[in-house]
């Protein structure tokens, strides 16, 4: 059986990768690829595995963008750091999915139903479904953060957020430059409750909203982004992300 990881966190992947030898003794275990373009070019040049495990969000967007085009026959168990309610649409379409960080039994029981499963459909046609339910109205984004302040909680509205920074903690930065402390514990799980047309990933640090950009240069190791005043921050993005990030502004 050969078994392809799609996993952006090195860290992940190699531990993934230790668990599956551990079940599957006699399984060749493929990758891992941590992006979207880099398992694109991947699928264009190899055959197809016999099961994919895969992160929902890569360094450069969403994996179900990997197999839009690719008429594929290839079960899926999806992992994932997202709340199960956030990812409950998910459930019924994919053949499993894995909430990180990633129990040995409950990889066993996914693995064990991939075996006992006859894939009839092509993961064109799973990822179509998934992908309706990704993007279809019954996806509502979080309107509002509870911060806190001088020990008092204040709510914030969506609209006032500029963008969210990870220290030691989480900290959203209003509009009118307030620092306030977030209750959400990861980047990761604030991204996941918001507006992608609205909110970006830029890097492991910070999530900004689309109506702080200001000026926009190109470097050689990819973007540097000026937020608007009253914020004097200059990110940088990377190459791996540059394209997503302005199709983003493109809107």
């Not at 199960?84 to 459930?91: D, H, V």
């Not at 309706?132 to 509002?144: L, T």
């Not at 509205?157 to 209750?183: A, D, R, V």
């Not at 604030?190 to 910070?206: A, K």
């Amino acid at each position: 059986m050969r078994i392809l990881i799609i996993e952006d966190e090195p860290l992940v992947a190699r531990d993934l990768r230790g668990l599956i030898q551990k079940l599957e003794t006699g399984a060749e275990v493929l990758g891992p690829l941590s992006s979207v373009a880099a398992s694109r070019r991947w699928f264009a040049d190899h055959p197809v595995p016999n099961l994919i495990l895969s992160d929902i969000q890569l360094s450069d967007g969403i994996s179900f963008d990997i197999f839009e085009d690719q008429p594929l026959r290839c079960p899926i168990i999806f992992t994932t750091a997202y709340d199960a309610y956030a990812i409950r649409a998910f459930k019924l379409n994919s053949i499993d999915y894995l909430l990180k960080p990633i129990d040995v039994l409950e990889l066993e029981t996914a693995l064990k139903k991939y075996k006992s499963l006859t894939v009839e459909s092509t993961v064109g046609d799973q990822l179509k479904m998934m992908l309706g339910q990704w993007g279809g109205p019954q996806k509502k984004y979080k309107e509002r953060f509870l911060t806190l302040h001088r020990n008092t909680l204040v709510p914030i509205l969506t609209g006032q957020i500029g963008f969210f920074h990870k220290e030691e903690l989480i900290y959203l930065h209003t509009i009118q430059n307030e620092k306030l402390i977030s209750e959400h514990s990861t980047l990761d799980e604030i991204e996941n409750l918001l507006d992608p047309g609205q909110f970006f990933r830029v890097n492991r640090q910070y999530l900004i909203h689309i109506q702080t950009v200001g000026g926009i240069k190109t470097t050689q190791k990819g973007l540097s982004v000026q937020l608007k005043p009253p914020f004097i921050i200059e990110l940088e993005i990377s190459r791996e992300k540059a394209a997503a990030f302005k199709k983003w502004m493109e809107g």
